[in-house]
């Protein structure tokens, strides 16, 4: 039985924290990609911060259409610039040991044409301000991913954080 | 390493097609993934709309919660001809996840849950359900209002063992 679901690789925060998780030189030969994302920021006091996502190093061309629930109400926005950057995460001042939990897909990330991907994420911690996210994203950009980086802003993605990097084949 | 997510069938568009159509669905599985990347060739904007098992009837209903960048709607439809699998538009590719549990099983009627992103556009997350205790053995997705699928267009179901 032909195996369509490869763990590519898998990174876990250690001591200290991390100013980003980072996968490269991912390989062509999977039809999708599925990040699988466990994060917490430091930020001080706050109880969420956002971690922003790029390709290829490249900080241009990026979009996402977002709908939000905080428990009270729903709201949708756009965004566009230098990453997507809308992953909530809890922050320090969220109650502790919680951590967001996101899943982004990625199809056909190595073909030729923008890549269109699908993200959802929660921010959960039993208080106030926490998030359920739905994200369309859009990488204007034809070249294949071959690296993807998720930065914690200007602070750090704290220990225990970790991302998982699978490749899915249709093959 | 045991595998537990298998491709069943794909299907990449040579030329723009109105219809996909997967048939003769193994019952092997304990749960069907359906992943569409596709664009529309003809209409600004239009609806995939789905059937199972080729069945035409008002068996089907849905509930959908809907971003457009600007606004936040809920909306819902019962005993319709369709399920409904959200937004492709002829300007962004679509990118669609829709999840089936249970698809195989004779006893309960068929659910399913779509996430349907186009990024310029809009993004939904609907909850399908089929009124019918037949095990799930083919799919066919067309457009709402006649549009064709691109060519070019990738539609890829993946089955899911327990074991």
Redesign the interface.
Known sequence: MANTYTLISSVTVGSGGSASIEFTSIPATYTDLLVKLSGRSSRSAATMEEFVLTFNNNTSSYSERQLRGDGSSVISQTFSGASIQQLGQPGAGATANTFGNWEFYIPNYAGSNYKSISLDGVTENNATQAYTNFEAGLWSNTAAITSIKLSAGSYLAVQYSTAYLYGISNA | ?A?????IA?NTLGSAAATVTFSTISGAYTDLVF?I?AGNSTTASDQIRAQFNSDTGSNYSFTQ????????TSGRSSNSTAMRFGFCSNN????A?IQIQNYSNTTTYKSSLA?I???????Y?VVNLWRNTSAITNISLFMESGGNFNS?S?F?L?GIKAA
């Open positions: 390493m595998s537990t997510y298998e491709k794909t992943i990347a919660i809907v971003g457009n960048g600007s606004t936040a962004t590719e679509t990118n996840i996430r992103n186009n990024p310029n556009v809009n993004l997350a070019g990738t890829t993946y």
